[in-house]
Every structure is written in structure tokens, then in C-alpha cells.
């Protein structure tokens, strides 16, 4: 086992990594698909210095004595890095951040992301993305794969990809995506007073269920029907061969689907401004 503690700008490089691990309270971290030697660089460390291992490919970057005590770190002093990680494209990474932003591209193993108020982006990830974040907010372009995304508050935009099967869950988020669906792909979203916006081709085949108790409903689709029930309107039907499924079910907020033309380009810029 390799073990570094770094408080200074520092550039390592490894024989190999099958997956990657990485922890940080605040500051930026960015994930890098590369065919070359992976590698690290740290550009900035304040506070406690950062713990970097490599054992069995691997790769683990944390603060030191991270578990002793953050929040008497948080009171004190400032505790931040900014860290550029290149690794192969089919390395798993598990990221957990506080206040830590973190950019992902071109991987095609599975992500998973734990953010308490860091804002993460995603591009040309492939693969199974799994997002669980208090605040922090999810932004993606040139997804292939599929998505599961939990939140209290941070908004979740996705554009120009593929789902082949989308779980959201917010209370009061917002969820956006302009997406193709995948023969037989899942969309399930869920929220409380989060808005929801969804825009699919004009061709795709999928089974339909917008509902909400209090929020506006609205529809491109003139071939979905709306339902009015004692408590929950709603609106369903039948898009295409209707092999997939496209389910949305709010509280309080408004719901919105459009149709893309299939010569339309999809969305390339996914922010949503609060």
C-alpha cells in the first residue's frame, strides 16, 4: 500500500486504478476519464492535509483524521482542496462532498454521488448514475444509461442523452429533462412541491400518468386525456407502440410535458437559473 499526506500543490501518477474513492468537505474536485497513466493533481490545500492511498488499484483521497471531528474544523478553520483526478473510463467513483463542487466526464462505470450542498455536474457519463444530494443540484448533458436521483432541495437538470431508466425523488427540487427514452425505458418522478418539466421526441412509445393534487398539469401531447378525480387531476394515455413507462406524481406542483420533433435538437445547456 502507497499512503501520501499532502499540505502543498502536489502531482502524483499510479501504475493502475479499478476504482476511485473520494471525500471532501469543501472546495472543487474533477474526475477525468483519461487513457494515459492516472493520475492526481492538488492545486490547493487548506486546513488538514489530504490523505491520498493507492492499495490493490485502489485509488483514496480523504482529509486526514476526517472523522475526529468536522465540525470542530468547520468553527475554526478553513478546510478545502482543489483536487484533478484522471482515471481509466470504466473506474468506479464514489464521491462524497459537503459543500465540495465536483465535475465527472466521459466515465462509463457506475458514479455514485453523496452531496450535502455541492453542486455536481455531469458530461458524456455512460452507465448507472446514483445522485443523493440535500441542496446541492445535479446538472447533465450526454447521458447514456440510467439515473437515480434522491433529494430534499436541489434541483436535477438533464439534456441531450439517453435514459433507460430515470428514479427522482425531491420535496421541494426541481426536476428537468429533455431525453430520449430507450426501447422500454422507466421514468419515475416524484415529488412534493418540486416543479417538473420533461421534454421526450415526438415518436417515442410510452405509457403516460401525469398526476397532481394541487399543481397545473399541462401536455404537447394531444393524445393524452385528462382525468379529473376527487382530490388528484391527472392526465394519461398512450404515446406510440407504448412499450415504455413515464410516470410523474406531485403534491403541489406543476407538471409539464412537451413533444421534440425528431429533427429538434435536444437542450444543450440544462441550468435551471432560481
Avoid at 174 to 198: F, H, K, P, Q, Y
Avoid at 207 to 219: C, F, R
Avoid at 252 to 269: A, F, H
Wanted: proline share 4%.
Amino acid at each position: 500500500m502507497s499512503r501520501w499526506t499532502i499540505d502543498e500543490p502536489t502531482a502524483l501518477d499510479f501504475d493502475g486504478a479499478v476504482a476511485l474513492r473520494a471525500t471532501l468537505i469543501a472546495g472543487s474536485i474533477s474526475v477525468l476519464a483519461s487513457d494515459e497513466r492516472p493520475s492526481i493533481m492538488i492545486g490547493e490545500v487548506e486546513g488538514p492535509p489530504l490523505l491520498v492511498s493507492h492499495e490493490a488499484g485502489m485509488l483514496t483521497v480523504t482529509h486526514e483524521r476526517l472523522w475526529e471531528g468536522v465540525l470542530s474544523w468547520l468553527r475554526t478553520q478553513r478546510c478545502r482542496a482543489s483536487i484533478t483526478v484522471t482515471v481509466p473510463r470504466d473506474c468506479p467513483v464514489s464521491l462524497n462532498l459537503m459543500s465540495a463542487d465536483a465535475l465527472i466526464t466521459g466515465m462509463t462505470a457506475r458514479t455514485s454521488i453523496k452531496s450535502a450542498s455541492g453542486d455536481v455536474t455531469l458530461d458524456g457519463v455512460l452507465g448507472a448514475v446514483d445522485a443523493n444530494t440535500v441542496s446541492g443540484a445535479i446538472e447533465a448533458q450526454g447521458l447514456d444509461g440510467t439515473v437515480s436521483f434522491t433529494s430534499v432541495s436541489g434541483d436535477l437538470s438533464l439534456a441531450g442523452g439517453s435514459v433507460e431508466r430515470l428514479v427522482a425523488r425531491t420535496v421541494s427540487g426541481r426536476i428537468a429533462a429533455d431525453m430520449d427514452l430507450v426501447g422500454d425505458g422507466r421514468v419515475e418522478v416524484n415529488t412534493v412541491s418540486g416543479e417538473v418539466a420533461l421534454r421526450i421526441p415526438a415518436s417515442a412509445g410510452t405509457q403516460v400518468s401525469l398526476n397532481s393534487a394541487a399543481g397545473h398539469i399541462d401536455t404537447s401531447f394531444p393524445e393524452l386525456g385528462r382525468l379529473e378525480r376527487p382530490v388528484i387531476c391527472g392526465l394519461s394515455g398512450k404515446l406510440g407502440d407504448g412499450t415504455g413507462r413515464l410516470t410523474v406524481n406531485t403534491v403541489s406542483g406543476s407538471i409539464t410535458l412537451l413533444r421534440r420533433e425528431d429533427e429538434e435538437p435536444e437542450i444543450t445547456t440544462p441550468r435551471m437559473e432560481k
